[in-house]
Nanobody
Framework: QVQLVESGGGLVQPGGSLRLSCDVS????????MSWYRQPPGKERELVAE????????NYADSVKGRFTISRDDAKDTVYLQMNSLEPDDTAVYYC????????WGQGTQVTVSS
């Protein structure tokens, strides 16, 4: 059974940090590109960051460059999103995605940035 389980979300003040994790099972994790998306309230889902399956090449949305870092641990079948210098506009539900069989999603984790 394919599963992507996100964790690490929560409420944080502007300027703070959070680290999201996505634990994967049910397919050969290391063979697939992994991504983080987010969906702010009332808006469409958007790509935040992605990491390749070979070489660990990364790509980021312009809005998070220099603040967020995506990484993966193929030994643990886990992908991470380190988020620093968080801003209120980063408030969203964050989803993990695997480019497996057209795309598989986690259930999402809420990140709220507010004072």
């Amino acid at each position: 059974q394919v599963q992507l389980v996100e964790s690490g979300g929560g409420l944080v003040q502007p300027g703070g940090s959070l680290r999201l994790s996505c634990d994967v099972s049910g397919f050969w994790f290391r063979a697939y590109v992994m991504s983080w998306y987010r969906q702010p309230p009332g808006k469409e889902r958007e790509l935040v960051a992605e990491i390749s399956n070979i070489g660990g090449r990364t790509n980021y949305a312009d809005s998070v460059k220099g603040r967020f870092t995506i990484s993966r641990d193929d030994a643990k079948d886990t992908v991470y999103l380190q988020m620093n210098s968080l801003e209120p506009d980063d408030t969203a539900v964050y989803y993990c995605n695997a480019r497996y069989r057209g795309g598989v999603w986690g259930q999402g984790t809420q990140v709220t940035v507010s004072s």
